[in-house]
């Protein structure tokens, strides 16, 4: 699996191979040329830092909680039930006919099942979920590591982010711009307690909860875990989709970076 350290040092290598690639063909002589790169060399060392220390932050892992922890009641927000007959059709048959599509900027789009997610390693965690309207819950939360399906599928360069696309229309609208939608940046996809859960307090995820799969990107806020996922879509821009800000609620004026 490709860690976000190894990606984000690819992308701080690449970002210097080209740097010094246009400071040598700009080289009038060896000895202003060399002083050039040594400039160069010298920022990015600055900028690797200054990444680096970012990027730690971003992988600090949020705080995990013990069974005895867990709040008796989780409480539902926003969707409860998708509105619609292709939901209900699913939901009626037990999601044995739901797919999660991968697709967008990848080198082997993927059709899963829920019995091909159960097949990859799972991960276990309890975490304390946060909503901005002022309520927090702790419930535990298992799934595949969305790394290990992005890995799957092969992400291709140019690659930014990662598009949860929902089943549900929170709000009703003739173009379907109310349909719920989120993405994060690959370092969040990548980030180890980044699942897309298929359980639930030690049950399938239930239908109020998201079901049949939902995102959990433990440093951020509630309206980042988008349920009901029908397709993910790795792009390099999301300004291109609904209202251009990356999300339902982004879209309606939150933070596209929900940091907690
Ligand atoms: N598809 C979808 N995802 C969603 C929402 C929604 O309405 N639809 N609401 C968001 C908000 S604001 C919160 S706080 C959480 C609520 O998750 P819960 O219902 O499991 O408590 O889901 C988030 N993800
Ligand atoms: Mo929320």
Redesign the pocket.
């Known amino acids: 699996m490709m860690k976000p350290t190894q990606f984000s040092r690819r992308r701080l290598l690449m970002g210097l191979t080209a740097g010094v690639g246009t400071m040598a063909l700009a080289g009038c002589d060896g000895l202003a040329q060399n002083a050039q790169v040594d400039g160069v060399l010298r920022q990015t060392e600055k900028l690797t830092l200054r990444g680096q220390r970012l990027l730690f932050g971003r992988q600090a892992l949020a705080q995990e909680f013990s069974e005895a922890d867990l709040s008796p009641v ?7 039930m998708p509105d619609s007959d292709a939901y209900a059709r699913l939901l009626e048959h037990g999601f044995a006919d739901w797919r999660l599509q991968v697709d967008g900027l990848v080198q082997r789009p993927q059709r899963l099942s829920l019995a091909d997610l159960r097949r990859f390693a799972s991960r276990t965690q309890i975490t304390r ?1 946060d ?3 002022g309520w927090s ?1 702790i419930g535990q939360w298992q799934g595949v590591p969305l790394g290990l399906v992005l890995d799957a599928a092969g992400v291709r360069p140019g690659a930014r982010y990662v598009v949860f696309h ?3 229309e ?1 709000e009703r609208t003739l173009d379907g711009s109310g349909r ?1 939608y ?1 993405s994060i940046d690959l370092v969040d996809a990548y980030h180890p307690q980044t699942i897309l859960a298929y359980g639930m307090n030690g049950k399938d995820l239930p239908v ?3 079901a049949p799969l ?1 995102l959990r990107v433990e440093r951020q ?8 996922l029908m397709r993910i879509e790795v792009v390099d821009a999301y300004s291109g989709l609904w209202g251009g800000k990356g999300g ?2 982004e879209d309606r004026g939150y933070e596209w970076y929900a940091g907690i």
């Open positions: 989780f409480r539902a927000n926003g969707t409860q979920h909503c901005v309207e819950a929902c089943a549900d929170l719920y989120e109020a909860h998201g939902r806020l509630g309206y980042k875990q988008a349920k009901y339902f609620w």
